[in-house]
């Protein structure tokens, strides 16, 4: 009796201990979230940077910031390992997407702990933190919990004592939601720093089965702005409603000229260059396991567009994510728009480019019968032109994908299956990262592998981190930062 | 010399009479549009009401208010003719559009006059007011201007010594903008008050010659609000934007279903109940001056829906006056949207109904595979039905006609032409006023003659109304007020 009680009394100390270090990362991650982040945000973005400086530095890290002028700094973390010849760099990104805080039920940099059912928790003060609850704000989990977990990773290995037989490297940039406008000067002007052995980009979500994954690609992006043109002013409906080109109609069909409802897009050779999947692709994705009928059930939708969600992920798609002209509900008003826009995004797969599906969309939009311009058109343009569009491309960048059967691609699977996490192996995410930057000029190993859940939100409102998924993403690190060779 | 020296100065005197008897009207009309004047404002509608009163009241005529619980008060004013059996209604309407501040170079209700190259004029000391200068505010004409050209003109009446030889009565409304939701219950309660013996409805602009006009029709209105559904939160598009449904996709879809780009209606049936023009009707539609080119150039189109405008309103109308879904520019975010939605009105000809062509919509909208909603789909309906559209319907109300050859229409004529502004015939105006009201139940006359200019921006930003219209206005009332028999 006495061995069991001393036992339990172990036991429990180390409950209170995991607990009391539980507690420590999320405090320490509350207050990185509560920072403001978005990439145009100057003030805020530095004192990021210095939050993270700060967070490593105090783990004994070496800290420097990489520079470019009007752009974010790049927070750079080096672990030498003595007597190590290579170098495996982990990045993640600390901006975070642009917010509406109408739509937030809490605003997005006041970190918010909530129960699965959605109720505010006291978590400073519960005796253990349940690993369902979620933290929520922006960015909670895209993507500075990557971020935190490595710290946290850290002070594991610092507590048992091991050390990196590699030297790790953490890179953390601050313009990702913004499009990356700089990474490619920033890897330019710092090859040394910047061209390790091999990259794992931390960044996007796990498989929704909640299963980690480990990744070989990412969709491309480009994004667009379309505005078409009414009257140079607002125009009585019920007077000119039939004569008098409406914007709103000339958008929805141009917009509908362009994809059609099952997400097929309609541009003429859009789909010339992609590449069909490879067999070991195809028979990597028959492996993943299904989660289609959960997740319509988690959206609410009784269909989908297409058939088998992974396989939509292997071709390019078009969105459109936003579309404004006029007024609803009780500011509607019977007037004649002057203008209609819509913000569109392609995700591009191998091999399209921005610059590839640029011009066909642009030939396209011609062949609908429009005078493309860069700004808005003054009337003497709109005068000589029956049918105008001003497009407005974002900066973008194309896909890229890493062989499934690369050496390091089976290492880093057997150290997340030694710690518990055997990875789902999916060969694209749907959504972007500059990938390939990081694989130019050199054809450098890069692979993803995302830590936080797939119904983090992120993106839009209410984003949060599950903490199990925190616990998980800080149990893979400490497995790679000890086990990669 | 002498008697030259005479006239000049007379000349003189009675310009500045005239500018000073304009500067009084205007400035009258100024401190009335200074009060905010949506429908569903009922503390400034009181203070409207009160004005109105106010300002007849002054001229010695008889004003009182109508009520109903809940609506804005109907204002009527009577000046009777001593031993006249009948009495002639002129109607107009208190109550303006909603407004977007942010869309106006000055606030709404603060009124401002400009020349006509847009610069501000202190025309309270000016010597003579421009007759092309604008007074800005919301309703300065749609349709405030007639209230106040109505008032001058019993000051001109008085000044010449002149009586009506019919009744006259002027019948203010609070909530035409809002769709004249009591006008039916205010009519059903006052029959006495509101069953004259001919209506003269002084709302809408005069023809875009800048002629005069006399209007036999108005086209009949009912708005239609439609929102249909993405997922129940927003989702990343990358990670889903070729599985999950798009509702700004199914949006547009929709829309183009129901409209095409040269203003067809392409619902089934929609056309079945439309009446031809009539031979007389085309006669005068064929006789109207050709105003396409000027206003080509005035709104800064190159091309137009149709080829005839007048031809065109003689059509029902479908309008897309307000869409909105996520964001555009700089809040833009790579974001799949929950719902989209549509503000749209239908424009309705003899002889469709709100009931007539609701049906056949809902029908259509069936058929694209909607299931519709009146309130916001809660997750098990979501669940239960691949697309759902949630369906508002505005009150609305039918269109209208009068024959061409009434014997009133004539003796209308004939004084405006004596007034020296001969009007432009016009079957039917292309916007709505509820005409069918005040016809029913005894097919009583009932022409429309408006005063405002057709440039006026009436339901947009900017709105105004040209001094000239003002006063040509002010003729005409006189005219009719002394000539009607």
Known sequence: MKRLTILLLLSLAAIAQAATNQRAVVTEFADFLAIPNLASDAPNIARNAAAIQAMFAKRGASTRLLTLDGAPPIVVVDIP?????????FYAHYDGQPVDPKQWQTPPWTPVMRDAAGNDVDWRNAATLNPEWRLYARSAGDDKAPIIAMAAALDAMRDSGRKPTVNLRFVFEGEEEAGSPHLAAYLEK??????PDAWILCDGPVHQSRRMQLVFGARGVVDLEITVYGPVKGLHDGHYGNWVPNPIIRLTHLIDSMRDETG????AHFYDDV????????DAIA???PVEADLKREFGIAATESDNLNESLMRPALNARGIQSGHIGAQASNTLQTEATASLDFRLVPAETPESIRKLVEQHIESQGYTIVRSTPDTATRLAHPKIAKLTWGAGYPPARTPLDLPLSQQIAAIMTTAGHAPVRVPTLGGSIPMYLFQQPANTPVLILPIANHDDNQHAANENIRLQNLWDGIEVYVGLFEGLR
């Open 264 to 267: 097929r897009i309609l541009i």
């Open 81 to 89: 390992a003595p007597g190590a010849t290579r170098t495996i760099a």
């Open 287 to 289: 492996k993943m396991p």
């Open 275 to 282: 590449k069909p999947s490879s067999a070991v692709e195809q």
């Open 190 to 195: 710092y090859p040394d720093v910047l061209r």
